[in-house]
């Protein structure tokens, strides 16, 4: 499918710059309109409505003058009229609709206003654990091994010369027997493939407040066992990643807007790393947003041009690093509560600069979509901007392939997502999900 600019361009100039818009000739205009050019021109004059707030804003902000109230109802009442009327003609698309977005993402990457969220499928992907898993492993370990106090001490025979230390456990104390029992409660409802979102952040939180910090160890050696290297989801967000240039904004930008990540691995910065680009990670270290650069970002400087990547949750590189002060979380709704409801720090950032921001969007990969605080704060997003949506890429549900799907089977399927100001783009296979990163290159 063509997208792009219409042929027609002019008529939809003429259309929407009139002083009153006219249901009937907006339908008349799709439909003798490539669906492609058309939704373009559809999303394009969106975007620029909202980039006018935007600029209105950074001037009034600028020159101390007040914002026009009356300018922002009419930019949200345009764009609910222009999201509320293209529907029906995007929902007769039916399958077609994933070539129409793939191709809008093309255009919102290369104008560098696309980023990419990653959730627990990019990492198993790569052959790690879902969440489920990996807090299965953690409980393991805390209720059958406990918690060791141990120290270094040389070994006997040593001289001063060639001192070799072991180290040796001092004690070892277990669960009170109150979060034991919780804690096999919890790892019962995992096996069972009973846990909900809830009991599997009750699970994380008993091994946190049992172990403390020293759960990341736990958890690094569980992330990177088997010298487990980054997949091919990774890898295809990697090739994505080099720097364009964006000729209307003046210059180089990231390849990604941001790379978001809901997981405590740093196997997307190693694809990074191993594709050449200067990358950062960024991280909540005690109340202090702070960033981790590879070599290639630390050589060019901190003012140069580089891609970062945001752990929502906590960070863990496979070297060695100093981890006392990392604050980490298990899911939105644990962050919401660790942080006293605020949005500070980085969800609040991330929140500001990405998912709320009206020009910027948004391409959720490998996520389940089961934390609901985080579907609350997409909610609240999709109703402060209508006709600004995000996109995800999403199994098929549907007994048959999703290309046999009809659109009443589609639109039901999406509906939940729409919700939440989500567009899904379906696939059948999980095979495919690299494949279909690529073609918005």
């Not at 393991?140 to 070799?164: D, K």
């Not at 379906?426 to 990163?437: C, N, Q, S, T, Y």
Request: aromatic share 10%.
């Amino acid at each position: 499918m063509y997208v792009g600019p219409s042929q027609h361009a002019p008529a939809w100039r003429a259309f929407f710059t009139a002083r009153s818009w006219d249901p009937q000739a907006f339908a008349d205009l799709v439909e003798r309109d490539e669906p492609g050019a058309a939704f373009f021109e559809i999303e394009t004059q969106i975007n620029g409505l909202y980039r006018s707030v935007q600029m209105s804003q950074a001037l009034a902000q600028r020159f101390g003058l007040a914002l026009d109230e009356d300018r922002l109802g009419e930019v949200e009442l345009k764009a609910r009229w222009l999201a509320a009327n293209a529907e029906p003609f995007r929902e007769a698309l039916g399958p077609a609709q994933r070539e129409l977005d793939l191709g809008l993402m093309q255009w919102m990457r290369r104008a560098a206003c696309l980023s990419v969220v990653i959730g627990a499928g990019v990492t198993m992907d790569a052959g790690g654990p879902s969440w489920a898993e990996l807090v299965r492993r953690l409980l393991l370990r805390v209720t059958e091994r406990g918690r060791e106090q141990a120290e270094m001490r040389p070994q006997p025979g040593n001289t001063r010369e060639h001192a070799e230390f072991v180290r040796v456990v001092t004690v070892v104390e277990h669960l009170p027997a109150a979060q034991a029992l919780r804690a096999r409660a919890v790892l019962a409802a995992i096996e069972a493939g009973q846990a909900d979102t809830e009991a599997l952040m009750e699970g994380a939180q008993i091994c946190y407040d049992f172990l403390g910090q020293h759960l990341f160890a736990d958890l690094t050696d569980i992330l990177y066992e088997g010298a487990r290297a980054p997949g091919s989801i990774h890898r295809a967000i990697a090739e994505l990643a080099p720097p364009i240039h964006v000729a209307d904004r003046g210059g180089l930008f990231p390849g990604w807007d941001a790379i978001i990540t809901y997981n405590f691995d740093d196997l997307m910065g190693e694809a990074l790393d191993e594709a050449g680009i200067a990358r950062a990670a960024y991280a909540m270290r005690g109340e202090e947003l702070a960033g981790d650069p590879n070599m290639l970002a630390r050589e060019q400087g901190q003012q140069a041009l580089h891609q970062g990547i945001y752990h929502l949750h906590g960070y863990t590189p496979r070297r060695p690093f100093l981890i006392t002060q990392v604050r980490f979380v298990f899911s939105t709704s644990q962050y919401e509560r660790t942080y006293g409801g605020s949005r500070a720090g980085i969800v609040g950032e991330v929140f500001a600069r990405w998912l709320a921001n009206p020009v910027h969007h948004a391409l959720y990969v490998g996520c389940s979509f089961a934390d609901e605080e985080m579907n609350r704060l997409l909610r609240d997003a999709a109703k402060a901007l209508p006709g600004r949506y995000h996109y995800a890429l999403l199994k098929w549900p549907g007994p048959a392939t999703h290309a046999a799907a009809s659109a009443e089977e589609v639109a039901l399927a999406s509906a939940q997502y729409h919700e939440m100001g989500v567009r899904p783009i379906w696939f059948d296979r999980f095979g495919e999900i690299a494949g279909l990163i690529r073609r918005l290159v």
